[in-house]
């Protein structure tokens, strides 16, 4: 590139963005018509409003635009200094619709429409082009993981494209294809101007009543009762009911500014991208965006050049002290540090080594823990949301990000299952300011690094462990996290390469299959231990009957059991959809142990809060520290329980479904249950953290002469898919039903108390369901050398798309993959027995369909009968071990 990467003679001024802004103010018209307050605050702010909106960014435009839009009054924006100049009047302006979740790319595409109507309903230039994208896979994997995507942006109605190298040649001029092995190509994505955008989203919010004060800071958010009462701003304070936090990279300080501090997990790093001159040949505004995925590289069109950005390997995180700045008035060049993506640049398309530069930017952009924006309502203070922390697609995502909120609300609920994107699936935990500047440097990479099924963070691990950690990962544990709790995944046997293993990336037959395949075996013929400590645990009580009627209030079905018992139920909303999926002991008359899935704690916390009339006579605690659970599974785990206990574990003694306090070699307190999340037999053990190694360390010898062997949870998994067993979070969302997926009999209509969502499934049972959770096993696919199923491979019936896997597991027993998923009639109708039993079924893996057995409750054990002379010859290979 002439003139020198480094030299200051190549660019231009200084003041090119300020002066861009300036041009771009003077289009937006005057401070009256948007109803905003100029420097010298013309305009008092109001002393109340129903929803104040921190935030003048493309988000926080968003929320109030649809808010507005939704017919709310009273609305105010405040923003701290002028509108869209931080991160928004210096993002990129790709506007991409691929993203690897489904919530994601279908807000991306409402976003897509939202800019492209914009101008005919404000009159405001927004610079939107259609130009396309194109996602360069230089490697099979890579191509195998583009694939996969295209089949899924395919079931939401965005088109899109497999396309070869000499096409891709063909729609872009400039690219060098020499590496390449395909790309996708998707035709509906588009650029735009950001600040042109966010004014046409000011300007309609405006003229629905939106009040917009520019330079007015919020200090903090005032408190009363545990529900937002108001802002305390440098100009004064505002009463209000709702408080929408859209503060961007300062969302998180102005989350511990409130009177009752909220956790906004999310941190800014230093993300930069080149402009060039025009070239000799203008490259034309409609020219496809350039995301070479392997390069860690994005190029766009832009004044007859490009602009070219990457995510590199090295990030920079910045403002880890705090808040220390206003607006973005441009970050100090690296070029050093932009160095390996410009070369990236030039290898790409070699022909811009001649091409003057314009300017290297630097702006900040936010970041969370998981790669995933957080929205919602806090757990702590009502009345309070949030939406932020958008991983450097604010653009792409702030139109359907804003849509969902308002709905949210407004109704109590987006119009989407948004619970990957729910901020409450983040705790007080992942708030350490250490923690989330090591995290983003990790996270920043990832965004276009090659991520194969079931890839694991690296930082931030050992946060929460259980007490046997030490002594399981002596053993051979390969760990996962999960809401910050270490997890074993499987347990490698001595004389294996570890290193080999954890290293291990494929989208095909992965290298611990015959490791999770005896650990399966194990479970189904001798007896296993998984340790599942993480599992979200509450303790319920009440002085008189507070704790039932409260829980019969919030479970669909009856807990008005006899000591001892253990009910699965779920904790519906209005609309009867799964808030929650747990098991509920009753410990004794009036007080209540609950079970619920890690990533629960905190959403579960608050849904049982939120129900909670205030009450000194009852009581919740979380319980989960207090507790260590041992899973163990399979048949002989009742003589390991009866050695160790001196008590008969025969179902005759101990029924299935049922709780007992009982010793454990010289433990006493633990709560022994009947039953193992698998649908195999089995105890689970919640033993006080105290006697954990104690109990571990006994049931593992007395267990020796069983074949005991330790486990994790790739097993468990098998285990449960094959069992037909949903699991919440995965299966079971917010927009599910039991009626949808054969839990019925967990629904009592008739116990006699007006649960939540009743009326709901009350009419859903007479009008019938549209959606089914099914059972798929795989015919004609070969687990040695095809594709493996993950998740969100589409379903076809009879040629015709009708649903989505939302679980899959290789069955050892059935020696077959298995795939969990809802499927609907297209058009909606009520599906029938009929519908399910006769379609023929495909699932898509990565554009390759399979053809597949549909069921709507588990497979017989017919597979296992075939195989049960083999199974019980080779029993006695676990003596001894």
Same mark, same amino acid.
């Given at each position: 590139?002439?003139?020198?990467?480094r030299?200051?003679?190549?660019?231009?001024?200084?003041?090119?963005?300020?002066?861009?802004?300036?041009?771009?103010?003077?289009?937006?018209?005057?401070?009256?018509?948007?109803?905003?307050?100029?420097?010298?605050?013309?305009?008092?702010?109001p002393?109340?409003?129903?929803?104040?909106?921190?935030?003048?960014?493309?988000?926080?435009?968003?929320?109030?635009?649809?808010?507005?839009?939704?017919?709310?009054?009273?609305?105010?924006?405040?923003?701290?200094?002028?509108?869209?100049?931080?991160?928004?009047?210096l993002?990129?302006?790709?506007?991409?619709?691929?993203?690897?979740?489904?919530?994601?790319?279908?807000?991306?595409?409402?976003?897509?429409?939202?800019?492209?109507?914009?101008?005919?309903?404000?009159?405001?230039?927004?610079?939107?082009?259609?130009?396309?994208?194109?996602c360069?896979?230089?490697?099979?994997?890579?191509?195998i993981?583009l694939?996969?995507l295209?089949?899924r942006?395919?079931?939401?109605?965005?088109?899109?494209?497999?396309?070869?190298?000499?096409?891709?040649?063909?729609?872009?001029?400039?690219?060098?294809?020499?590496?390449?092995?395909?790309?996708?190509?998707?035709?509906g994505?588009?650029?735009?101007s950001?600040?042109?955008?966010n004014?046409?989203?000011?300007?309609?919010?405006?003229?629905?009543?939106?009040?917009?004060?520019?330079?007015?800071?919020?200090?903090?958010?005032?408190?009363?009762?545990?529900?937002?009462?108001?802002?305390?701003?440098?100009?004064?304070?505002?009463?209000?009911?709702?408080?929408?936090?859209?503060?961007?990279?300062?969302?998180?300080?102005?989350?511990?500014?409130?009177?009752?501090?909220?956790?906004?997990?999310? !941190?800014?790093?230093?993300?930069?991208?080149?402009?060039?001159? $025009?070239?000799? @040949?203008? #490259?034309?505004?409609? +020219? /496809?965006? &350039?995301?070479?995925?392997?390069?860690?590289?994005?190029?766009?069109?832009?004044?007859?050049g490009?602009?070219?950005g990457?995510?590199?390997?090295?990030?920079?995180?910045?403002?880890?002290e705090?808040?220390?700045?206003?607006?973005?008035?441009?970050?100090?060049?690296?070029w050093?540090?932009?160095?390996?993506?410009?070369?990236?640049l030039?290898?790409?398309?070699?022909?811009?080594?001649?091409c003057?530069? !314009?300017?290297?930017?630097?702006?900040?952009?936010?970041f969370? $823990?998981?790669? @995933?924006? #957080?929205?919602?309502? +806090? /757990?702590? &203070?009502?009345?309070?949301?949030?939406?932020?922390?958008m991983?450097?697609?604010g653009?792409?995502?702030?139109?359907?990000?804003?849509?969902?909120?308002?709905?949210?609300?407004?109704?109590?609920?987006p119009?989407?299952?948004?619970?990957?994107?729910?901020?409450?699936?983040?705790?007080n935990?992942?708030?350490?300011?250490?923690?989330?500047?090591?995290?983003?440097?990790?996270?920043?990479?990832?965004i276009?690094?090659l991520k194969?099924?079931?890839w694991?963070?690296?930082?931030?691990?050992?946060?929460?462990?259980?007490?046997?950690?030490?002594?399981?990962?002596?053993?051979?544990?390969?760990?996962?996290?999960?809401?910050?709790f270490?997890r074993?995944?499987?347990?490698?046997?001595?004389?294996?390469?570890?290193?080999?293993?954890?290293?291990?990336k494929?989208?095909?037959?992965?290298?611990?299959?015959?490791i999770?395949?005896?650990?399966?075996?194990?479970?189904?013929?001798?007896?296993?231990?998984?340790?599942?400590?993480?599992?979200?645990k509450?303790?319920?009580?009440?002085?008189?009957?507070?704790?039932?009627?409260?829980?019969?209030?919030?479970?669909?079905?009856?807990?008005?059991?006899?000591?001892?018992?253990?009910?699965?139920t779920g904790?519906?909303?209005?609309?009867?959809?799964?808030?929650?999926?747990?098991?509920?002991?009753?410990?004794?008359?009036?007080?209540f142990?609950?079970?619920?899935p890690?990533?629960?704690?905190?959403?579960?916390?608050?849904?049982?809060?939120?129900?909670?009339?205030?009450d000194?006579?009852?009581?919740?605690?979380?319980?989960?520290?207090?507790?260590?659970?041992?899973?163990?599974?399979?048949?002989?785990?009742?003589?390991?329980?009866?050695?160790?206990?001196?008590?008969?574990?025969?179902?005759?003694?101990?029924?299935?479904?049922?709780c007992?306090?009982?010793s454990?070699?010289?433990?006493?307190?633990?709560?022994?249950?009947?039953?193992?999340?698998?649908?195999?037999?089995?105890?689970?053990?919640?033993?006080?953290?105290?006697?954990?190694?104690?109990?571990?360390?006994?049931?593992?010898?007395?267990?020796?002469?069983?074949?005991?062997?330790?486990?994790g949870?790739?097993?468990?998994?098998?285990?449960?898919?094959?069992?037909?067993?949903?699991?919440?979070?995965?299966?079971?969302?917010?927009?599910?039903?039991?009626?949808?997926?054969?839990?019925e009999?967990?629904?009592?209509?008739?116990?006699?108390?007006d649960?939540?969502g009743?009326?709901?499934?009350m009419?859903?049972?007479?009008?019938?369901?549209a959606?089914?959770?099914?059972?798929?096993v795989l015919?004609?696919h070969?687990?040695?050398?095809?594709?493996?199923?993950?998740?969100?491979?589409?379903?076809?019936?009879?040629g015709?798309?009708?649903?989505?896997?939302?679980?899959?597991?290789?069955?050892?027993?059935?020696?077959?993959?298995?795939?969990?998923?809802?499927?609907s009639p297209?058009?909606?109708?009520?599906?029938?027995?009929?519908?399910?039993?006769?379609?023929?079924?495909?699932?898509?893996?990565?554009?390759?369909?399979?053809?597949a057995?549909?069921?709507?409750?588990?497979?017989?054990?017919l597979f296992?009968?075939?195989?049960?002379?083999?199974?019980?010859m080779?029993?006695?290979?676990?003596?001894?071990?």
């Amino acid at each position: 590139m002439r003139g020198g990467a480094r030299s200051s003679g190549a660019l231009l001024s200084s003041a090119l963005f300020p002066q861009l802004l300036l041009g771009v103010r003077r289009r937006w018209g005057s401070p009256r018509s948007l109803a905003t307050a100029g420097e010298s605050h013309p305009t008092p702010l109001p002393s109340q409003a129903r929803v104040v909106i921190c935030g003048g960014g493309i988000v926080g435009m968003s929320v109030a635009y649809h808010l507005a839009k939704l017919g709310w009054k009273d609305v105010v924006l405040l923003e701290q200094g002028r509108l869209g100049a931080g991160t928004t009047r210096l993002c990129a302006g790709i506007v991409s619709t691929v993203k690897h979740m489904f919530v994601e790319s279908r807000m991306a595409d409402y976003s897509n429409r939202l800019y492209q109507q914009l101008e005919a309903e404000t009159g405001v230039k927004t610079g939107y082009v259609r130009t396309g994208s194109l996602c360069l896979a230089q490697n099979q994997d890579r191509l195998i993981s583009l694939k996969r995507l295209a089949s899924r942006l395919k079931v939401i109605g965005i088109q899109c494209d497999v396309i070869t190298p000499k096409q891709v040649s063909a729609l872009h001029p400039l690219v060098n294809i020499h590496d390449l092995v395909g790309a996708v190509h998707v035709p509906g994505d588009a650029v735009v101007s950001p600040p042109d955008v966010n004014h046409a989203l000011a300007v309609a919010s405006a003229q629905h009543g939106v009040l917009i004060h520019e330079r007015t800071s919020v200090n903090h958010v005032l408190v009363r009762k545990g529900h937002v009462h108001g802002v305390e701003t440098d100009r004064g304070p505002i009463e209000c009911d709702y408080f929408v936090n859209c503060a961007g990279q300062w969302a998180y300080e102005l989350g511990q500014a409130s009177e009752e501090s909220v956790s906004v997990p999310l !941190h800014a790093c230093e993300h930069f991208y080149l402009l060039t001159k $025009p070239l000799p @040949r203008p #490259l034309a505004p409609h +020219t /496809p965006v &350039v995301m070479d995925l392997d390069g860690r590289i994005y190029v766009r069109a832009w004044q007859g050049g490009v602009l070219s950005g990457g995510f590199e390997k090295n990030p920079k995180p910045i403002f880890t002290e705090g808040r220390n700045q206003l607006e973005i008035q441009g970050l100090q060049e690296d070029w050093d540090h932009f160095e390996p993506m410009l070369s990236a640049l030039l290898r790409r398309m070699p022909s811009l080594d001649s091409c003057e530069i !314009h300017q290297l930017v630097n702006c900040p952009e936010s970041f969370t $823990p998981d790669m @995933r924006c #957080l929205m919602g309502e +806090t /757990p702590t &203070v009502s009345g309070y949301f949030v939406l932020g922390g958008m991983n450097s697609s604010g653009l792409s995502l702030a139109g359907g990000a804003g849509k969902y909120l308002a709905e949210w609300m407004t109704y109590g609920y987006p119009s989407d299952n948004v619970w990957p994107l729910d901020i409450k699936r983040f705790g007080n935990l992942q708030s350490s300011r250490t923690f989330l500047r090591h995290r983003v440097m990790e996270v920043m990479p990832l965004i276009y690094e090659l991520k194969v099924p079931r890839w694991d963070f690296q930082t931030g691990r050992q946060l929460r462990t259980s007490p046997l950690y030490d002594r399981l990962d002596a053993q051979g544990a390969r760990w996962m996290e999960k809401h910050g709790f270490e997890r074993a995944k499987y347990f490698v046997p001595s004389g294996k390469d570890l290193l080999a293993l954890d290293q291990s990336k494929t989208f095909y037959k992965p290298d611990w299959f015959d490791i999770v395949g005896a650990e399966v075996k194990c479970c189904k013929g001798a007896v296993c231990v998984i340790d599942m400590s993480s599992f979200t645990k509450f303790e319920l009580s009440s002085t008189g009957d507070q704790a039932l009627e409260l829980l019969q209030h919030l479970c669909a079905n009856d807990l008005d059991v006899p000591v001892g018992h253990i009910v699965h139920t779920g904790m519906l909303n209005e609309r009867g959809c799964y808030e929650n999926d747990c098991s509920v002991v009753r410990l004794s008359k009036n007080s209540f142990f609950i079970i619920s899935p890690t990533d629960q704690q905190v959403h579960c916390w608050a849904w049982i809060r939120k129900h909670m009339r205030s009450d000194p006579q009852l009581h919740l605690e979380d319980v989960t520290w207090k507790y260590t659970a041992l899973n163990l599974i399979g048949p002989r785990a009742m003589d390991v329980l009866s050695e160790l206990s001196y008590v008969p574990m025969t179902p005759d003694h101990f029924p299935s479904l049922f709780c007992k306090e009982m010793s454990v070699g010289y433990a006493n307190g633990i709560r022994v249950m009947s039953m193992t999340h698998t649908g195999e037999p089995g105890f689970m053990l919640y033993i006080p953290i105290e006697y954990a190694l104690h109990v571990y360390n006994e049931v593992m010898s007395v267990g020796q002469k069983y074949g005991i062997r330790n486990s994790g949870y790739y097993a468990l998994r098998s285990l449960r898919i094959e069992k037909f067993f949903a699991f919440w979070g995965q299966d079971l969302d917010t927009f599910t039903t039991p009626l949808e997926c054969g839990r019925e009999f967990r629904v009592k209509f008739d116990k006699g108390t007006d649960f939540l969502g009743r009326e709901a499934l009350m009419k859903q049972r007479q009008e019938g369901v549209a959606r089914r959770f099914i059972m798929l096993v795989l015919e004609d696919h070969d687990a040695e050398l095809d594709l493996w199923p993950w998740w969100g491979e589409p379903i076809y019936r009879s040629g015709q798309l009708v649903g989505v896997t939302s679980s899959s597991a290789y069955s050892y027993t059935l020696e077959r993959h298995v795939c969990l998923g809802f499927v609907s009639p297209r058009p909606p109708a009520v599906v029938t027995p009929d519908f399910i039993n006769r379609g023929d079924y495909e699932v898509d893996i990565g554009g390759q369909r399979y053809p597949a057995k549909a069921k709507l409750y588990p497979f017989s054990s017919l597979f296992a009968q075939q195989r049960r002379r083999k199974d019980d010859m080779e029993l006695s290979s676990f003596q001894g071990k």
